[in-house]
C-alpha cells in the first residue's frame, strides 16, 4: 500500500528479547540457534565449526501481527539482509527491504550529536517519509535529533530487551498509523 508509513524493525530486542530474565525462553517464544554468516565473519579466523551459534527466541505470532498492521515493514538490524533467510521466514514474514548501515556496530567511532549508530541512516533512508522505529538501544538524543531534522512525522519507540514486543506496543502502533493519515 503506498502512503503507509514505514515501521523500521529491529531484531534482538524487539523480536528476540535477549535480556529475557534468568535467561530463560520467554513464553510464546521458540528458541532458534542460528549461524549467518556475518556471525561467523566476526569471529575470524576462528573456523566456522567452532563458532557458537546465537540463540535467538522468536514469537511466531509476532509475524502475522507485524503483518496486520497498516504499515511497510523494513529491516532495521545488524542482521541486515539475513534477517530475510533467519528471522523471517520463523515468524512468517515474506522478504522485506532492509536499510544497509554505513556504521555498523557504531565501530567507526562515537557520533558527534551522541546518536545511536543507526539513527542518522535510518532517517536518511525514510526519505521523508512517516516511520516508527522499534528499537531497545534509542534514546532520547535519538528522539530529539529525528524531531528535529525528519521533515514527517516519526515515533522512535523503545523496546524493553528484556520483554521483545508486546500488546501495548502492537496497540500504539496502530494508534499512530490512524493519526498519521489525518
Ligand atoms: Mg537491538
Redesign the pocket.
Known amino acids: 500500500m503506498t502512503g503507509s508509513p514505514l515501521l523500521l524493525i529491529?531484531?534482538?530486542?524487539?523480536l528476540n528479547p535477549y535480556a529475557a530474565p534468568d535467561s530463560r525462553c520467554p513464553e510464546g517464544y521458540g528458541t532458534h540457534r542460528l549461524l549467518p554468516e556475518s556471525w561467523v565473519a566476526r569471529h575470524a579466523p576462528q573456523p566456522r565449526e567452532q563458532v557458537e551459534p546465537l540463540r535467538v527466541w522468536l514469537n511466531p505470532a509476532h509475524g502475522p501481527e507485524l503483518l496486520s498492521l497498516p504499515y511497510e515493514l523494513v529491516w532495521a538490524?545488524t542482521w541486515m539482509d539475513e534477517a530475510n533467510t533467519f528471522i523471517g521466514p520463523r515468524l512468517g514474514l515474506p522478504e522485506l527491504p532492509y536499510v544497509r548501515w554505513t556504521d555498523l556496530f557504531g565501530e567507526g567511532g562515537e557520533d558527534p550529536d551522541g546518536l545511536h549508530w543507526k539513527t542518522r541512516d535510518l532517517v536518511a533512508w525514510a526519505a521523508g517519509r512517516p516511520f516508527v522505529w522499534l528499537?531497545?538501544?534509542l534514546g532520547p538524543q535519538d528522539i530529539e535529533w529525528i524531531a528535529a531534522h525528519h521533515p514527517a512525522e516519526a515515533l522512535p519507540l523503545w523496546v524493553d530487551?528484556r520483554a521483545g514486543l508486546r500488546d501495548l506496543h502492537f496497540a500504539a502502533l496502530r494508534e499512530w498509523a490512524e493519526d498519521a493519515e489525518c
Open positions: 529491529d531484531v534482538d530486542g524487539p538490524t528499537d531497545d538501544e530487551p
